[in-house]
């Protein structure tokens, strides 16, 4: 099943976390998992903290008695786990399904090893045709979407329900498929100099190890 490969690579991750580290805290299905566990080893005893990446996940970590911090204490963090929508045998990823990319993007950059943890359906070949979010300013949105478009994509505002979704930065996502992605940090620069884009879930080079929960158990790659 789904969520046991989901569980297996979510609570692996968790090996390469040691007493002290402060951690980066992901959003999505995979990363509940190693979030109750975190939660957990917290209560046993581990010193840890966490900086969340979304306000779903700073709850959830509230509701586990996870110790939180800031950029302010901790302007370097030691590895963030989190999920990604697709990813590349060379390791690229695909984030922003939940709409968390911009603070997820931020995290990562932010720490010093970036731990990926997914199940097998979340790898690709290539991004041809597969979603990319698109974080964008709701001013002039309109504009910003035919700049998009005029480089060849095929961009669908958000939406939730019948209003468009908005991130916890106030912001709209465009998800925009392109039929061929050669160059992902080419795509990931050109889309970012567009008047109107804050971020793209492109991440082309944050990414220094995989965990990958299968049927037959997990796999590990590295960068």
Do not use: W
Not at 47 to 68: D, V, W, Y
Not at 72 to 85: F, K, N, Y
Not at 117 to 126: A, G, H, M, N
Not at 154 to 171: A, K, Q, Y
């Amino acid at each position: 099943m789904a969520s046991e490969h989901k569980r297996a690579a979510g609570e692996r991750a968790l090996d390469y976390v040691k007493d002290g580290m402060v951690l980066g805290l992901g959003t999505g299905s995979t990363v509940y998992y190693t979030l109750q566990k975190l939660g957990r080893l917290v209560q046993e005893g581990l010193n840890i903290q966490g900086i969340p990446t979304s306000k779903a996940t700073e709850e959830m970590a509230r509701e586990l008695k996870i110790p939180l911090t800031d950029f302010v204490r901790h302007p370097v963090l030691d590895i963030t786990i989190d999920g990604a929508d697709a990813v590349t045998p060379k390791l690229e990823l695909i984030k922003g399904g939940g709409g968390a990319l911009l603070r997820e993007k931020l995290v990562a950059s932010a720490s010093k090893r970036m731990i990926v943890i997914i199940d097998e359906s979340k790898q690709v070949e290539s991004f041809d045709n597969l979603d990319i979010p698109v974080e964008v300013i709701p001013f002039a949105v309109e504009t910003t979407v035919e700049r998009i478009r005029a480089l060849g994509g095929t961009p669908v505002l958000r939406e939730r329900g019948e209003s468009l979704f908005v991130t916890d930065n106030g912001h709209y996502i465009v998800d925009v498929k392109f039929p061929s992605v050669v160059d992902v940090a080419g795509l990931h620069d050109t889309l970012k100099r567009l008047t109107g884009v804050v971020e793209t879930g492109l991440f082309p080079d944050l990414a220094s190890h995989v965990i990958v929960g299968t049927e037959h158990g997990v796999r590990e790659l590295d960068r």
